[in-house]
Structure formats: structure tokens, C-alpha cells
């Protein structure tokens, strides 16, 4: 069981725009940071959003991030079949002294 | 561009033990903190260990506290996980990340991880 808990699954058609929600507690989204990452199966992760909303140099501005309270949201607009992948949310959690990441969300393009 | 190289995976029996290493390049090793994580095929995303740029803190899950020793040496921009009393449930592929600061489980890079499997 996870402390981030999100959706196993979202899926889109091309073009579509799809949102991943991440639910967390106030020791950990509540307080801090969120990150996410894209993982191709059989790669490594790939950071996709740091510090709740910000996009590193190369990830396409399709991608959004939001935070808000306990939670935090990764929308990904212009649906492209590239996107398909696994997602993870993840932060810090101060009451586990540790970096806590969710369970993981498969998408899938249609 | 940050560089991370896993190395020290293999097949070992439970309740042995074995080291992973991570080499790091493209970024001032000795400004940030350094975290592993794993994944267990098909599974998720675990958080294992983090230790503080200058190892003056050192965090760790409670999955593997008092069986792993993260460490680090700042002089060969390397880090280290020391696994003893290996389990069949810390199969895994094992990921060497960089930190976003000096302290946190931020993690802004990835190496490309390395598979350890404990079987007997």
C-alpha cells in the first residue's frame, strides 16, 4: 500500500487531454514538494515535473502540474501515443523522514 | 549532462550480502544529496535510502533499516549501498538518484539501475 495513492490506470484518445491525480496527507504533499516522472517499461524514470509545477528543459508543455491542500494533478493535453507510459508521483514525507512515491498510474492511448 | 552508473548487481542467496555503487558525473557531486531507489519487477516505485550531501544525515525506509548502509565519497563522486541479510523481497532493480538540493529525496535524475535478485 502506498502512501501517494493514484489511479492504477487512465487512458485518452490522440489529442485528448487526460489528467493523473495524487493524494497524499499533510505530512508529505501537504508540506512539501511534488515531483513527477515517466517510465517507459524497461527504462529508467524520467523526471517530467519538479517543485509541484515546473517543467525541466525538454519536456514538451503539454505537460502540467498543480498542487493544491493534499493533492496534487498531472495533466498532459494534445494526447500523443509517445505519452503512453507509467506515472509516478512522488515527495518527501516529514513524518516518515523519507521520500514517499505512489503506486503508479498506467496510460494508455487508444 | 548528469551521468549516474549503477554497478554491483547479481544473484545472491538470502542472508547474504553485496554492495551496489554509483558513479556520478556532469554536476558538483559534493552540493547534492543522493538517494536509492527500487523497483521490483513489474512493481512500483520504493524509496530506500538517502544520505545528505556532506553525510551528515542519513535517511532510510523502514523496509530495510539495520540491513542497509548508504554512504558516499565525495573525493570519487561515488555512493554506495551496502546490502546485508538479503531477502527474496529485495529483488529489484536498484536506482542511484540525485537529488534536487543538499538534503532531500527530490529526485531530478535516474541512472539506469542495476538488478539484484536474492534466491536460493
Known amino acids: 500500500q502506498s502512501v501517494l495513492t493514484q489511479p492504477p490506470s487512465a487512458s485518452g484518445t490522440p489529442g485528448q487531454r487526460v489528467t493523473i491525480s495524487c493524494s497524499g496527507s499533510?505530512?508529505?504533499?501537504?508540506?512539501?514538494?511534488v515531483y513527477w516522472y515517466q517510465q517507459v517499461p524497461g527504462t529508467a524514470p524520467k523526471l517530467l515535473m519538479y517543485?509541484?509545477?515546473e517543467r525541466p528543459s525538454g519536456v514538451p508543455d503539454r505537460f502540467s502540474g498543480s498542487k493544491s491542500g493534499t493533492s496534487a494533478s498531472l495533466a498532459i493535453s494534445g494526447l500523443r501515443s509517445e505519452d503512453e507510459a507509467d506515472y509516478y508521483c512522488?515527495?518527501?514525507?516529514?513524518?516518515?523522514?523519507?521520500?514517499?512515491f505512489g503506486g503508479g498510474t498506467k496510460l494508455t492511448v487508444l | 549532462e548528469v551521468r549516474l552508473v549503477e554497478s554491483g548487481g547479481g544473484s545472491v542467496q538470502p542472508g547474504r550480502s553485496l554492495r551496489l555503487s554509483c558513479v556520478a558525473s556532469?554536476?558538483?557531486?559534493?552540493?547534492?544529496?543522493m538517494n536509492w531507489v527500487r523497483q521490483a519487477p513489474g512493481k512500483g516505485l520504493e524509496w530506500v535510502a538517502n544520505?545528505?550531501?556532506?553525510?551528515?544525515?542519513?535517511n532510510y525506509a523502514d523496509s530495510v533499516k539495520g540491513r542497509f548502509t548508504i554512504s558516499r565519497d565525495n573525493a570519487k563522486n561515488s555512493l554506495y549501498l551496502q546490502m546485508d541479510s538479503l531477502r527474496t523481497e529485495d529483488t529489484a532493480f536498484y536506482f542511484c538518484?540525485?537529488?534536487?538540493?543538499?538534503?532531500?529525496?527530490?529526485?531530478?535524475?535516474w541512472g539506469q539501475g542495476t538488478l539484484v535478485t536474492v534466491s536460493s
Open positions: 538518484a540525485k537529488a534536487d538540493d543538499f538534503w532531500s529525496g527530490y529526485i531530478t535524475h
Open positions: 556532469g554536476f558538483t557531486f559534493d552540493d547534492y544529496a
Open positions: 544520505i545528505y550531501h556532506n553525510s551528515a544525515k542519513i
Open positions: 499533510a505530512s508529505n504533499i501537504g508540506s512539501n514538494y
Open positions: 517543485r509541484n509545477n
Open positions: 512522488s515527495t518527501w514525507d516529514d513524518s516518515l523522514s523519507g521520500a514517499v
